[in-house]
Antibody
Framework: EVQLQESGPGLVKPSQSLSLTCSVT????????WGWIRKFPGNKMEWMGY???????SYNPSLKSRISITRDTSKNQFFLQLNSVTTEDTATYYC?????????????WGPGTMVTVSS | DIQMTQTPSSMPASLGERVTISCRAS??????LNWYQQKPDGTIKPLIY???NLQSGVPSRFSGSGSGTDYSLTISSLEPEDFAMYYC?????????FGAGTKLELK
């Protein structure tokens, strides 16, 4: 079965970069699309972006200047980097696989990792 | 961005009750609408994709319907494990956007 697991620092200082790793088992990240979604305190959810099976990326325009999603196919991992964070980036971050054949939806999710931005 | 207005934000309900959660898009989304469940422990799973298709392993008491701008998720008879958060997601137009969520609570 496909399993995803987020990892990374739980606390980041304002103006620094947030870096998270999503480790995938049971499926190759050279297939499908792989995304990051976050849930803010107060329950709002935001799609942040994805990296495709070919390595192409798509980002939410609200984040476009700060976000980068990359991957290491040898380790079957993909990564999120969010620069210049503020307290408004405090959220639980999820990685997920997106099924796109033929319907687009996030069919497997990691358990999420909480990130707090605070000095 | 397409705005998704999800109602109600919270819903007290009883075991065995039939409940419906709604999502209204700010423009037509051509049935490109998914539903997700988030449990209190934070885990998220898909329930319904492309408006009305039941995800494998999801009980048949869950169903989805809608068209144009208006969509709904119905649970025909609430079970204890259904008390959770529910979200709709549109993918007709990038960026994907989510509704604000509905918290289904035990009455």
């Amino acid at each position: 079965e496909v399993q995803l697991q987020e990892s990374g620092p739980g606390l980041v200082k304002p103006s620094q970069s947030l870096s998270l790793t999503c480790s995938v088992t049971g499926y190759s990240i050279t297939s499908n699309y792989w995304g990051w979604i976050r849930k803010f305190p107060g329950n709002k959810m935001e799609w942040m972006g994805y990296i495709s099976y070919s390595g192409s990326t798509s980002y939410n325009p609200s984040l476009k200047s700060r976000i980068s999603i990359t991957r290491d196919t040898s380790k079957n991992q993909f990564f999120l980097q969010l620069n210049s964070v503020t307290t408004e980036d405090t959220a639980t971050y999820y990685c997920a696989r997106c099924d796109d054949n033929p319907y687009w939806y996030f069919d497997f999710w990691g358990p999420g990792t909480m990130v707090t931005v605070s000095s | 961005d397409i705005q998704m207005t999800q109602t109600p934000s919270s819903m007290p309900a009883s075991l065995g009750e039939r409940v419906t959660i709604s999502c209204r898009a700010s423009q037509g989304i051509s049935n490109y609408l998914n539903w997700y469940q988030q449990k209190p422990d934070g885990t998220i799973k898909p329930l319904i994709y492309y408006t009305s298709n039941l995800q494998s392993g999801v009980p048949s008491r869950f169903s989805g319907s809608g068209s144009g701008t208006d969509y709904s998720l119905t649970i025909s008879s609430l079970e204890p494990e259904d008390f959770a958060m529910y979200y709709c997601q549109q993918y007709d137009s990038s960026p994907d956007t989510f509704g604000a969520g509905t918290k289904l609570e035990l009455k």
